[in-house]
């Protein structure tokens, strides 16, 4: 019989509401239902589901917890409806500054399952944990509605409110690779629902490997700003992660043109240093992208001009540099040949972000043999 482990089968990374955010605005519920796509990295099964409170000072009450396999937008497949419970319970009661785990649900899922979860929030949340823009839709709908094969009222959400993960009960050896960074990970630029993320990409090239999602839209490696730093998010978001055997890391850009202020060379490589010798430590291989152009850039307030003379220092460094198990040059894969610090047109999704074929190209310049993986044929 085979040795089974939990292993991470989706996982997103939240912000704190008070935090500086682009684009999305915090929120709270209040006898309101929320129901959430979750997009599968792998397979198995049973399944167990993560919540998390830890950025509020009030307790977080769960009236009711369902989940399903998705059938299409808010609709759900009728017959894979089931309760969601805790500790035997169908309520519970997530402590402030807390995080809760589901009991096991016997549910089978493979990659590319697209899971529904129904939360039933009976009472005021506050502001909520959120991810800003995880390219997948959510629907609120009032009063408990979580039994309902459809929410064809429900006001759509483009974020993702209190839920972290989902664990699969899959063979202990199954490895699960982190791919941890800012929105050029979390898929910022492609297209919505479409799942066309370059991680999602990645995992098609993978035979028996998951990569599982914790990019953070706007996160910066060193500085605290939209969701806490990378180095500061390290040990929650990779080292926790059931099954994590490596780690990919893609940061640069926000540190360097979301403030007047660009980060200095010297600051963002001794990060990059540190990052990698935390994974080391913990005896995971780290894996690292060159930082991306982002010359074309339009959005007010950014240091573009000033930012990228530093971004082209830093990846000369990571060209360079032995700190890593491997680097992928990103960058040259798709930046405009004539105009390196731009995007290249076939890929450009606003000046800064990929489209979705520039999300295929970042992750087909990830070399699956430094990865020590194989590709499917």
């Known amino acids: 019989m085979t040795e089974l482990e939990w292993v991470a089968g989706f996982r997103t990374a939240l912000v704190h509401p008070g935090e500086r955010i682009q684009l999305a605005d915090p929120r709270g519920f209040d006898n309101q ?103 997948e839709s959510g629907w609120i709908a009032t009063g408990d509605r979580t039994a309902d094969l459809a929410l064809p009222t429900a006001e759509e959400t483009t974020s993702q409110f209190f839920v972290t993960g989902v664990d699969v009960l899959a063979p202990a050896d199954t490895p699960v690779l982190v791919a941890f960074g800012d929105s050029w990970f979390q898929g910022t630029g492609s297209t919505h629902g479409a799942n066309r993320r370059s991680v999602d990409v990645l995992n098609e090239r993978l035979s028996r490997s998951w990569v599982v999602n914790q990019g953070s839209g706007g996160n910066r490696l060193l500085t605290k700003e939209i969701g806490e730093s990378g180095l500061a998010r390290f040990e929650r978001d990779v080292l926790a992660v059931p099954g994590v055997r490596a780690v990919l890391v893609n940061f640069g850009i926000n540190d360097l043109i979301l403030d007047e202020r660009t980060t200095p060379a010297e600051d963002l490589i001794a990060g990059f240093t540190e990052l990698a010798q935390r994974a080391h430590d913990a005896g995971l291989p780290v894996y690292a992208n060159t930082i991306g152009p982002f010359g074309g850039a339009y959005y007010p307030g950014l240091a573009v001009e000033t930012g990228m003379p530093v971004r082209r220092e830093v990846n000369a460094w990571l060209r360079g540099t032995d700190v890593f198990d491997a680097v992928f040059d990103v960058a040259a894969a798709v930046q405009d040949p004539d105009r390196p610090d731009f995007l290249h047109p076939e890929f450009d999704g606003d000046g800064m972000h990929l489209n979705d074929a520039g999300a295929r190209a970042m992750a087909g310049a990830m070399d699956l043999t430094a990865l020590d993986l194989t590709e499917r044929s």
């Open 33 to 135: 239902t929320l129901r959430q796509v979750l997009h599968m990295a792998g397979g198995g099964t049973r399944i167990r589901v993560r919540l998390t409170n830890r950025y509020s000072d009030r307790d977080l009450v769960i009236g009711t917890a369902r989940i399903a396999l998705r059938k299409a937008g808010a609709e759900i497949v009728a017959e894979t409806d089931t309760e969601v419970r805790f500790a035997g319970s169908a309520q519970v009661r997530v402590p402030a500054y807390g995080d809760a785990i589901s009991d096991p649900i016997d549910m089978t899922v493979t990659a590319g399952t697209d899971l529904a979860l129904s939360l039933y929030l009976p009472e005021p949340t506050g502001l909520a944990p959120y991810a800003q823009l995880p390219n």
